[in-house]
T-cell receptor
Framework: NAGVTQTPKFRILKIGQSMTLQCTQD?????MYWYRQDPGMGLKLIYY???????DKGEVPNGYNVSRSTTEDFPLRLELAAPSQTSVYFC???????????FGDGTRLSIL | GQNIDQPTEMTATEGAIVQINCTYQ??????LFWYQQHAGEAPTFLSY????GLEEKGRFSSFLSRSKGYSYLLLKELQMKDSASYLC????????????FGTGTRLLVSP
């Protein structure tokens, strides 16, 4: 059972480039989340999804987009990378209220 | 608004007991999660409290007072591997479990 899988693990981008961070889970969880974590800071919610076809903004959605075409996949898109988006990105999933979120190993993204 | 307050850093000795406090103010409340995060790794689930009182799980216990907006994580018989950040995360009263994470408490356990 793989759980939550994120790719890539590391990436360096140039300012203005675009990329997609991949997240897939094999636990049939309806709820999925994208967080970013800056050094010494807590996790900030970027976007979340309550099921296939349904997404919504979290605390810090500017500069990002998401889609949820299947239950398993929840990719995060950066269209025009900016240095402020240098961070560690975590994807998580859960079955719902009262249940723990399971996290992927993270993607470490640097934008130079 | 949402506000979570935890100490930034704590130190303790191997074999000792440490209590990590968390106070919170959230718009709506369902319960509170504690996660452990080792440096460079993903958070992992430790405990969940929805009712007032103490939940014990091996060396770790977690306490919640809903009326006071207060929780603590108690770690007993500390081991070196307990050196990590501990994240307090209250859950709002919506169905999709929107968590608000504190900045975490970095615990350093020394021999």
């Amino acid at each position: 059972n793989a759980g939550v899988t994120q790719t890539p693990k590391f990436r360096i981008l140039k300012i203005g480039q675009s990329m997609t961070l991949q997240c897939t889970q094999d636990m049939n969880h309806n709820y999925m989340y994208w967080y970013r974590q800056d050094p010494g800071m807590g996790l900030k919610l970027i976007y979340y999804s309550v099921g296939a076809g349904i997404t919504d903004k979290g605390e810090v959605p500017n500069g990002y987009n998401v889609s949820r075409s299947t239950t398993e996949d929840f990719p995060l898109r950066l269209e025009l990378a900016a240095p402020s988006q240098t961070s560690v990105y975590f994807c998580a999933s859960t079955t719902g209220k009262g249940q723990p979120q399971h996290f992927g190993d993270g993607t470490r993204l640097s934008i130079l | 608004g949402q506000n979570i307050d935890q100490p930034t850093e704590m130190t303790a000795t191997e074999g000792a007991i440490v209590q990590i406090n968390c106070t919170y103010q959230t718009s709506g409340f369902n319960g509170l999660f504690w996660y452990q995060q080792h440096a460079g790794e993903a958070p992992t689930f430790l405990s969940y409290n929805v009712l007032d009182g103490l939940e014990e799980k091996g060396r770790f216990s977690s306490f919640l007072s809903r009326s006071k907006g207060y929780s603590y994580l108690l770690l007993k018989e500390l081991q070196m591997k307990d050196s990590a950040s501990y994240l307090c995360a209250p859950s709002g009263n919506t169905g999709f479990q929107k968590l608000v994470f504190g900045t975490g408490t970095r615990l350093l356990v020394s021999p």
